[in-house]
C-alpha cells in the first residue's frame, strides 16, 4: 500500500492541521498470484483517530479504478467502505486498485497515525488481512519558522540492522535510534523555559511484506512478531532527560505509535558538546517477514527554538535493513561519545562503548595506544547458553592519557564462555582529547656559575602538550627561542639584561594549536 498527498510531496504522507486534503492510494496485488473477487468483497479504509465522526462523514472516495468499486460511509464502525459489484473478476498479479480520499479535514493538534485497509472476503494465498500506511498531522509551515533537519540527526545504530527469523527460531532484536544536536546552539536556546507540548512521535511500517517490518494487527498483537511487542527506552541519555511513553494494544489507535518527549525541566531539550546526544532503543522486534528495506517514521511536532521562534514540524525517515541473520561473532561496535574529553594523566577516562554480537559466548576488548599498556576487559554471557542475537553496553576505565591521541579498540568475540574459540575480531576508534593545560610556571634564583653574572631556574608542570617551547624578550625588539629538550621539566637560564619575560607556549597537536 502506498499512499500520498500530492499536495505535500515527500514521505511519509503528510497532511496540515486545519487544511483540507485529498489522499492518493494504491493497493498493489504482491501476493504473486492472481486474486479472485467476489460481490462479497469489501475494502474498509480506517482513517486515523484525529478525525472526529462529523469529519469522517464528510469523506468522500472517487477516481476508482478498476470499475466496479462503489463507495459508502459505514457508521456503524466509522470507516470509509468501498464494496465490490462487479462479480466474478481476476485482480491481477500486480495489478492495482486506486483511489483517492477527498475533503481530508482536521483541526486536532499534530501527532503521527496510520490510514488502515481491512480486506474483507478477499481470500486467497498470502493476502493479508490488513495493510496500513503512516499519515503524519504537522503543523503548516509558518514564515520564520526554523528547519529541525539542518540542525538535527536523526540515525539508527548499527547501521539500523534487523535479523529476520522464522516462528521455529525466532530472533529477537533491538533498534537504536540517536538523536544528535549537530548544530552550534542547544536546540532549544531561549532565556525562559520553553512551552507548549513537543513531542517525537515514532513509528513503522506495518505489515508482512518485505518492505513492512513487522505486523501490527491488534487481533494477533499477542502472537510471536507482532509490533505490539516492541518496547522502547531511553538508552544513553546525555541531556536533561527525556521520557517514553509505550503505545498499548487497549487503546483505541489502530497501529502503535511511540512517544518522546522532553522532560518539563529539560530546558535545552538537546544541548551541545558532551550533552547533544540521547539514544532511544526499541526491543523485542522479531521480524519474520523477507528481507529488504524499511523504514522508521520519526515525526518532530511543536518544537521552540527559543523564546519566540519556533521549528517547522518535520518528519525524518530513518532506514532499516532486514537482513538475513550473520555468521556466529561480533557484528558492530561503537561509542556513542565521538569525542572523549580528557583533564589531567592521572584521571580515569570511562568509554562508553556498545556493541551487538551473534551467537556469542563471551567477548574481551583490547585497546591500544602508542606507548602504553591498558589492562584488557573481559565479558561473558552464560556457561551454558547465550542469546543468538545480543547487545552489550560497558564502560572501561583507562588512565595514563598524556595527550590528546587516538583510542583503537578491538573486539574479540568467542563461542564459548571462557575466551577460548575465537569467532571474529571487529574494532573501532574514539578520539581523546586532551586540551594541553599549563599547571605552573616558576622562576627561582639558581647557583651562578661563573662568567654568568645571573642564573635562575624555570620550573613547569604541563600535560596534554605535543609540544612547548619556552620564549624568552630582554626588550631588544628580537625574542630568542630557548634550546630546551622536549622531556625537560626545568632549565636554568642566564639573562643579561636588565628585565626578560619568559614566555612558555603548549601546543595540542601538530597544527600548533
Known amino acids: 500500500m502506498t499512499m500520498n498527498n500530492p499536495a505535500v510531496p515527500g514521505t511519509p504522507a503528510t497532511i496540515y492541521t486545519g487544511v483540507t486534503a485529498s489522499l492518493n492510494i494504491v493497493l498493489t496485488n504482491d501476493t504473486g498470484a492472481d486474486i479472485n473477487l467476489t460481490n462479497a468483497a469489501s475494502l474498509e479504509v480506517f482513517m486515523p483517530l484525529y478525525f472526529t465522526a462529523a469529519q469522517l462523514e464528510q469523506m468522500t472516495i472517487s477516481n476508482i479504478t478498476p470499475a466496479g468499486w462503489t463507495f459508502s460511509y459505514n457508521s456503524a464502525d466509522m470507516s470509509l467502505q468501498l464494496n465490490w459489484t462487479g462479480g466474478n473478476a481476476p485482480w491481477f498479479s500486480n495489478g492495482a486498485i486506486t483511489f483517492s480520499i477527498n475533503n481530508v479535514l482536521t483541526s486536532n493538534p499534530p501527532t503521527a497515525d496510520v490510514v488502515q485497509i481491512n480486506l474483507n472476503d478477499i481470500s486467497g494465498t498470502n493476502v493479508p488481512s490488513q495493510v496500513s500506511s503512516a499519515l503524519a498531522l504537522v503543523a503548516q509551515p509558518a514564515p520564520g519558522n526554523l528547519n529541525l533537519q539542518q540542525v538535527l540527526s536523526v540515525a539508527p545504530e548499527f547501521g539500523g540492522a534487523v535479523y529476520v527469523s522464522a516462528i521455529s527460531n525466532p530472533l529477537t532484536n533491538t533498534l537504536y535510534l540517536n538523536l544528535k544536536n549537530i548544530g552550534s546552539t542547544p536546540l532549544f536556546n531561549g532565556n525562559n523555559m520553553w512551552t507548549g507540548s513537543p513531542k517525537v512521535s515514532v513509528s513503522f511500517v506495518y505489515g508482512t511484506t518485505s518492505g513492512s517490518l513487522a505486523p501490527d494487527d491488534k487481533q494477533q498483537a499477542t502472537q510471536t512478531g507482532s509490533a505490539w511487542a516492541i518496547s522502547a527506552g531511553i538508552y544513553v541519555d546525555q541531556t536533561g532527560g527525556w521520557s517514553v511513553q509505550n503505545p498499548s494494544v487497549t487503546g483505541q489507535a489502530n497501529s502503535p505509535t511511540w512517544t518522546l518527549t522532553p522532560n518539563n525541566t529539560n530546558k535545552q531539550i538537546i544541548g551541545?558538546?558532551?550533552?547533544?546526544?540521547?539514544?532511544?532503543?526499541?526491543?523485542?522486534?522479531?521480524?519474520?517477514?523477507?528481507?529488504?528495506?524499511?523504514?522508521?517514521?520519526?515525526?518532530?511536532?511543536?518544537?521552540?527554538?527559543?523564546?519566540?521562534?519556533?521549528?517547522?514540524?518535520?518528519?525524518?525517515?530513518?532506514?532499516?535493513?532486514?537482513?538475513?541473520?550473520?555468521?556466529?561473532?561480533?557484528?558492530?561496535?561503537?561509542?556513542?561519545?565521538?569525542?572523549?574529553?580528557?583533564?589531567?594523566?592521572?584521571?580515569?577516562?570511562?568509554?562508553?562503548?556498545?556493541?551487538?554480537?551473534?551467537?556469542?559466548?563471551?567477548?574481551?576488548?583490547?585497546?591500544?595506544?602508542?606507548?602504553?599498556?591498558?589492562?584488557?576487559?573481559?565479558?561473558?554471557?552464560?556457561?551454558?547458553?547465550?542469546?543468538a542475537l545480543n547487545y552489550d553496553t560497558e564502560h572501561p576505565q583507562i588512565t595514563g592519557i598524556t595527550k590528546t591521541q587516538t583510542l583503537t579498540v578491538y573486539c574479540w568475540a568467542y563461542s564459548d564462555s571462557n575466551w577460548q574459540n575465537l569467532l571474529n575480531k571487529i574494532q573501532c576508534t574514539v578520539p581523546l582529547i586532551f586540551p594541553p593545560v599549563i599547571n605552573s610556571f616558576t622562576i627561582q634564583t639558581a647557583t651562578i656559575v661563573p662568567p654568568a653574572s645571573y642564573a635562575f631556574q624555570l620550573n613547569w608542570n604541563i600535560e596534554g602538550q605535543n609540544s612547548f617551547e619556552i620564549v624568552a624578550d630582554d626588550g631588544s625588539g628580537t625574542t630568542r627561542q630557548l634550546p630546551i629538550p622536549q622531556t625537560a621539566t626545568s632549565y636554568i637560564v642566564n639573562p643579561t639584561s636588565p628585565q626578560t619575560t619568559y614566555t612558555l607556549n603548549v601546543y595540542g597537536d601538530n597544527t600548533n594549536n
Do not use: C, R
Request: glycine share 8%; aromatic share 12%; hydrophobic share 35%.
Open 272 to 387: 551541545t558538546g558532551d550533552q547533544s546526544n540521547v539514544t532511544f532503543s526499541f526491543a523485542n522486534i522479531i521480524s519474520m517477514t523477507p528481507t529488504g528495506p524499511t523504514q522508521m517514521y520519526v515525526q518532530f511536532s511543536g518544537f521552540m527554538a527559543n523564546d519566540g521562534t519556533h521549528y517547522n514540524d518535520t518528519v525524518f525517515v530513518v532506514p532499516i535493513s532486514k537482513q538475513i541473520p550473520p555468521n556466529p561473532g561480533a557484528i558492530g561496535i561503537y561509542s556513542l561519545a565521538e569525542t572523549i574529553p580528557v583533564n589531567s594523566s592521572t584521571e580515569q577516562v570511562s568509554i562508553p562503548l556498545t556493541w551487538s554480537m551473534f551467537g556469542v559466548g563471551s567477548v574481551k576488548l583490547s585497546f591500544y595506544i602508542p606507548g602504553m599498556t591498558i589492562p584488557e576487559q573481559k565479558y561473558t554471557y552464560g556457561t551454558t547458553a547465550h542469546p
